[in-house]
């Protein structure tokens, strides 16, 4: 990752007060975007739109590169709305009108194709959840809020796909709808009802982000993000070995077999553990 990744790691938003000026009373407040050096370069904007409207008008799913460029053009223009919105804040014209009218357009386009494409992440996670107590209808409108609001705010330039990033944001939304239906019922007196009183909220919360972090750290595993060295992945692997059936190995077994000591295994075993913390701690899904 580049330096203008690491550095476009926060969400902008428009504080100006919209009746500060009577003209613009009626102006949507702008969505707030990735901040990034990328959006602030000159070429960007051709670039980023040279095939404009593609692939904002397409339909089903997107592949890496699709989404990549539909990202980057989503927080173009909410950038470009927001530099219009406080400019026309100090002086409207009719140039400055249409401008915001034509970026207003292209950000709501390019958010309708993502979230179309990745609505079907709603409807999965929808029947893999374990949350009993919230209907169908209600997961759904809480899933979609959750993915409308994980495209405005997903950065591009992480590296990351957005389906990850927007499954997060989906489970967290159904757990939140879940504890607050299940504070609301406890309010609420009515008939006995078995299937409310054995609720397995917190356990399936528990398990869902048990799933995510064990999901989080193959990956890191996978991309070598940790930087463990050799003998640190050979512990590890003997360790806690990643077939089922595979026996685990004492550290008397593996200080054996690579000729060290005991205490020699720990310490590797140890500092392996400790990288792995520290990669798990960078990590955005997990923040």
């Given at each position: 990752m580049d330096a203008a990744g690491?550095?476009?790691?926060?969400?902008?938003?428009?504080?100006?007060?919209?009746?500060?000026?009577?003209?613009?009373?009626?102006?949507?407040?702008?969505?707030?975007?990735?901040?990034?050096?990328?959006?602030?370069?000159?070429?960007?904007?051709?670039?980023?739109?040279?095939?404009?409207?593609?692939?904002?008008?397409?339909?089903?799913?997107?592949?890496?590169?699709?989404?990549?460029?539909?990202?980057?053009?989503?927080?173009?223009?909410?950038?470009?709305?927001?530099?219009?919105?406080?400019?026309?804040?100090?002086?409207?014209?009719?140039?400055?009108?249409?401008?915001?009218?034509?970026?207003?357009?292209?950000?709501?386009?390019?958010?309708?194709?993502?979230?179309?494409?990745?609505?079907?992440?709603?409807?999965?996670?929808?029947?893999?959840?374990?949350?009993?107590?919230?209907?169908?209808?209600?997961?759904?409108?809480?899933?979609?809020?959750?993915?409308?609001?994980?495209?405005?705010?997903?950065?591009?330039?992480?590296?990351?796909?957005?389906?990850?990033?927007?499954c997060n944001a989906i489970i967290r939304a159904f757990a939140r709808a879940a504890m607050t239906d299940s504070k609301r019922r406890d309010k609420v007196a009515g008939a006995y009802d078995e299937e409310f009183e054995k609720s397995d909220h917190a356990e399936t919360r528990r398990s869902d982000e048990r799933a995510l972090y064990v999901e989080r750290l193959q990956r890191i595993l996978r991309h070598d993000d940790a930087d463990l060295s050799d003998i640190e992945k050979t512990v590890l692997s003997k360790r806690f070995p990643k077939e089922s059936g595979r026996k685990r190995l004492t550290l008397e077994d593996i200080g054996r077999r690579l000729s060290i000591s005991k205490e020699r295994v720990r310490q590797i075993q140890l500092s392996a553990i400790s990288k792995l913390r520290e990669a798990i701690s960078r990590d955005p899904i997990l923040q």
């Open positions: 690491k550095a476009g790691s926060f969400v902008r938003r428009i504080t100006t007060d919209p009746s500060s000026r009577p003209a613009l009373a009626e102006w949507m407040l702008p969505p707030p975007y990735v901040s990034n050096p990328e959006l602030e370069q000159a070429g960007t904007e051709k670039e980023l739109f040279a095939d404009w409207p593609s692939p904002a008008d397409g339909t089903g799913r997107l592949t890496v590169s699709e989404e990549n460029i539909l990202f980057r053009q989503l927080h173009y223009a909410g950038y470009r709305l927001s530099k219009t919105y406080q400019s026309a804040d100090r002086r409207m014209t009719k140039s400055r009108e249409r401008d915001y009218s034509t970026w207003t357009q292209r950000y709501h386009l390019i958010r309708t194709r993502v979230v179309e494409a990745n609505q079907g992440l709603v409807y999965d996670l929808i029947g893999r959840s374990r949350f009993s107590t919230l209907d169908r209808e209600e997961m759904t409108s809480e899933g979609m809020m959750a993915l409308l609001r994980a495209a405005d705010t997903f950065n591009p330039w992480k590296g990351y796909r957005f389906s990850t990033y927007a």
